[in-house]
């Protein structure tokens, strides 16, 4: 299995950047198995009830700048913490305030 493992990463890296990220969402999608019944319907009604609070004043809008800078800092104190890869996992683990 290493060996087969070390061939299929070979082939990847001399893939294009296109190409990668395709793989990358394809294989995302299998991890994450199939979609369940009825959640595109539940996010689409979920972003037109938070739209409206906005547009009601119900709740306050976070400027982009301020959530990316937040998210920025947040990764920062992990690569601190972890060392330098926590980055990359930490992306995929967002949920989690530990080391990666």
Do not use: N, T, Y
């Not at 190409?19 to 009604?45: F, M, Y």
């Amino acid at each position: 299995m290493a060996i087969a493992l070390a061939e299929i990463e070979e082939k990847v890296r001399e893939l294009s950047q296109s190409d990668k990220a395709a793989l990358i969402r394809l294989l995302i999608g299998e991890l994450d198995g199939p979609p369940e019944p009825d959640v595109e319907k539940a996010w689409i009604a979920e972003a037109k009830r938070r739209h409206q609070e906005l547009l009601e004043g119900r709740v306050k809008g976070v400027p982009g700048e301020q959530v990316f800078a937040r998210v920025r800092a947040l990764l920062g104190g992990w690569a601190v913490r972890c060392g330098s890869r926590a980055r990359d996992r930490a992306i995929a683990e967002a949920s989690q305030d530990r080391c990666p």
